[in-house]
């Protein structure tokens, strides 16, 4: 993160014990509507990532390493951001839209879990032992997580839902890292631009169908639909190879919602 200040260890302690509260918070007062759950993916996503970052940046501090600005930067934006999403779910109240009893969330939680480390093993045998530099901001947030995945375990416990979302930000914080060390391979004769559209479009198409599905249940989900909105701004203002990995969050953040709502099961 180009400019980022100083680094000091007491006030990325202070980030790091802020965010662990936020999680604390979570575990205590699990959603009990989707409207609430949205909200809920929003915080413990952000906590999550403040945590994760801040802990890198004191690790890093100590380490004398050059990622530590940028993690400590970054900890605080993601800090943050959990705080006014914490404000608007306890502004929302309960919120409408069901949970489905029946879903299973410790198994997609499980499901998702093994799918991030799958990819994060994928990102570091192609990164090889070389250090995260402190300007690749996807790669710092993949290392920091990386190295919390066991302290976040730790603080979800056997809570089904702060762990499936845990389990979400941990997988969506994969693609971005990974989608740029794999090259989108145009096939001879077709033009780039387009061919990367086709995928924004193809991304595109799929995210909207999970939040359909949401309203098809019931469910207002408005965060979700302004997150696709963003991204499909940012993805079609610059095309690039990799560009369509900025539906990740927001399109995992929609099936996770429809799978606790009881419209998706695979």
């Known amino acids: 993160m180009a400019g980022a200040p100083a680094a000091d260890a007491a006030s990325v302690g202070v980030t790091r014990t802020a965010a662990e509260d ?9 959603p009990e509507t989707l ?16 945590y994760a970052l801040a802990a890198y940046a004191e690790a890093a501090l100590d380490a004398g390493g050059e ?60 990164a090889g032992d070389a250090p995260v530099s402190a300007g690749d ?14 302290d976040l375990e730790s ?12 389990a979400a930000t941990a997988f969506s914080r994969t693609v971005p890292p990974l989608a740029t060390q794999q090259a989108v391979r145009v096939p001879e004769g077709v033009d780039p631009t387009a061919a990367v559209q086709q995928r924004i479009a193809v991304g595109d198409e799929y995210a909207v169908r999970a939040v359909d599905a949401l309203a098809d249940a019931g469910a207002e989900v408005p965060l979700v639909r302004g997150a696709l909105s963003d991204a499909t701004a940012t993805a079609t203002a610059a095309p690039a190879p990799g560009a369509s ?22």
Do not use: K, N
């Open 137 to 150: 901001l996807p790669a710092v947030r993949l290392a920091a997580f990386d190295a919390a995945r066991d």
């Open 22 to 30: 936020l999680l604390d918070e979570a575990s205590q007062s699990p």
């Open 67 to 126: 990622a530590a600005p940028t993690a400590a930067a970054l900890a605080a934006s993601a800090l943050a951001r959990a705080q006014e999403s914490a404000a608007l779910r306890d502004a929302l109240g309960t919120g409408a839209g069901s949970i489905s009893r029946d879903a299973d969330l410790d198994g997609l939680g499980s499901l998702l879990r093994r799918a991030a480390i799958a990819a994060t093993d994928a990102y570091e045998s192609r």
């Open 245 to 266: 990995s900025v539906y990740a969050t927001p399109f995992l953040r929609a099936r996770v919602l429809a799978f606790a709502a009881g419209v998706e099961r695979e």
């Open 35 to 50: 409207d609430a759950a949205d909200l809920s993916l929003e915080v413990v996503g952000a906590a999550a990532d403040a």
């Open 155 to 166: 603080i979800a416990d056997d809570d089904a839902w702060l762990g499936l979302a845990l």
